[in-house]
């Protein structure tokens, strides 16, 4: 009769593995916003999670590998079950655009400061840098996918290619444009949200959508930088 290796199930040993996991990444969350790229070292870190550095390796073998499943989970975190309704999209073009605006307000709004990090300090680190340009391709494809199902239900404003509808809303929907909007123009999250899918469903489907008296002047009174 042949051994058979047996394969035992440690459910305590995963649940310290996922301790140890979690508190590395709260501690490095806490350490990227408050101390930056460079002031969050890898033993600061292992420091603030109460584990031995060679733990932290072991488990995310790189910063950069850190601060990208941080953002994973920040990704996570802003869906909601409306946003994986593929048959509510497919039928309703504007309400679609209404989701992927809304989501992009949730994901920059929950996790700013850790995309601030990674955009800010890509030129630092070539893993961070890539780490960021994958995100960047990802979001991309993602939308590709959408405003290829609008072209193919014949939603977008006529004489609007795929690829320039793509290159709008990929833009346009930015964390870059969120700050500019929200940090810089001093507008809030749901002027910010109102006025992004005004604009979008003019530029994408050729709807007019009023928005402007939403706006207000900024945190200057009307001032412009």
Known sequence: MKDVKRRYHAPQREARAAATRRRILDAARGRLT???????????????????VQTVYAVFGSKAAILAALLDELEVAAR???????????????????????????????????????????????DLSANVTEGHRRRREAQREIVERWARRGALRVGLSAPEALLTLWTMTSPDVHRLATVDGGITGEVYETWLVGMLTRQLFGRPVRHADQLGEGPENGSTG
């Not at 600061?44 to 031995?52: L, N, P």
Request: charged share 20%.
């Open 34 to 52: 408050g101390a930056g790229w460079t002031g969050a070292t890898m033993t600061s870190i292992a420091s603030d999670a109460g584990v031995a």
């Open 80 to 126: 909601t079950p409306a946003d994986g309704d593929a048959g509510a999209s497919a039928n309703d073009p504007p309400g679609e655009l209404r989701r992927v605006v809304a989501f992009n307000r949730r994901l920059f709004e929950l996790g700013g400061e850790l995309i601030d990090v990674a955009q800010g300090s890509r030129a630092i680190d070539p």
